[in-house]
C-alpha cells in the first residue's frame, strides 16, 4: 500500500517563502521518482518538479530559480522549498509517485499566495 501525506502548505505574502513536505510509506520510497504538481480550478493537474531515486531534478519552466526539490530517503519525505512565491503559484500542490504502473497522489495541500 502506498501512501503520500502532504503538508506545509497556507498562506503567504508575495515575496515569501514555503516548504512542502510529503511523507510516504512503504519500502518503496528508495527506489522511485517523486513528483510535486499544482491544480488550479478550472485547469489541468500541472508538473512543477521531479526528483528521481538517484537525485536528478527537473522544474517547471515558471519555478525555476525559485523553486527546489529535494528527498531524505531515511525519512522517506520530498520537500519542495519554495521561495519568491508569486501570486500566479496559488494552487493545490500534490506528491506523486508512480509504481508498477499505477499512479499514487497525496491528498493536496492549498498554497495562497497573497497580500
Known amino acids: 500500500q502506498v501512501q503520500l501525506v502532504e503538508s506545509g502548505g497556507g498562506l503567504v505574502q508575495p515575496g515569501g517563502s514555503l516548504r512542502l513536505s510529503c511523507v510516504a510509506s512503504?519500502?518503496?520510497?528508495?527506489?522511485?521518482?517523486m513528483n510535486w504538481y499544482r491544480q488550479t480550478p478550472g485547469k489541468q493537474r500541472e508538473l512543477v518538479a521531479g526528483?528521481?531515486?538517484?537525485?536528478?531534478?527537473n522544474y517547471a519552466d515558471s519555478v525555476k530559480g525559485r523553486f527546489t526539490i529535494s528527498r531524505d530517503n531515511a525519512k522517506r519525505t520530498v520537500y519542495l522549498q519554495m521561495n519568491s512565491l508569486k501570486p500566479e503559484d496559488t494552487a493545490v500542490y500534490y506528491c506523486?509517485?508512480?509504481?508498477?504502473?499505477?499512479?499514487?497522489w497525496g491528498q493536496g495541500t492549498q498554497v495562497t499566495v497573497s497580500s
Open positions: 506523486n509517485t508512480g509504481r508498477r504502473g499505477i499512479d499514487y
Open positions: 512503504g519500502s518503496f520510497f528508495g527506489s522511485s521518482a
Open positions: 526528483i528521481t531515486n538517484i537525485g536528478r531534478v
